[in-house]
């Protein structure tokens, strides 16, 4: 079993950055790949970027490709996504995900954390 908590969301306006950081408890989560998913209100959550266990393989969105950055700290047990020049459609609430296996595209996850909203505000 793996748990997932995330942090970092909050406010901050069109053209910011925030970082968030998921933090991961449990058997050998060093050795899950990690993910970000996102939910805007009033729509279904979508993928934003995923890592592999050992960090050599991510894999973006197309809407956040060149702007977001996951990577990871296996010794921290922690996956983060680094979000830049911010818009308002960003907007959501963001879900850290863990899955037993990698590869670009892979959406169906294992584990889920509860998440932490970001606000963009224009």
């Known amino acids: 079993q793996v748990q997932l908590v995330e942090s970092g969301g909050g406010l901050v306006q069109a053209g910011g950055s925030l970082r968030l950081s998921c933090a991961a408890s449990g058997r050998t989560v060093s050795s899950y790949a990690g993910g970000w998913f996102r939910q805007a209100p009033g729509k279904e959550r979508e993928f934003v970027a995923s890592?592999?266990?050992?960090?050599?393989?991510?894999y973006y969105a197309d809407s956040v490709k060149g702007r977001f950055t996951i990577s990871r700290d296996n010794a921290k047990n922690t996956v983060y996504l680094q979000m830049n020049s911010l818009k308002p459609e960003d907007t959501a609430v963001y879900y850290c995900a863990a899955s037993r296996s990698w590869y670009p595209g892979r959406y169906d996850m294992d584990y889920w954390g509860k998440g932490t909203l970001v606000t963009v505000s224009s």
């Open positions: 890592i592999s266990w050992s960090g050599g393989g991510t």
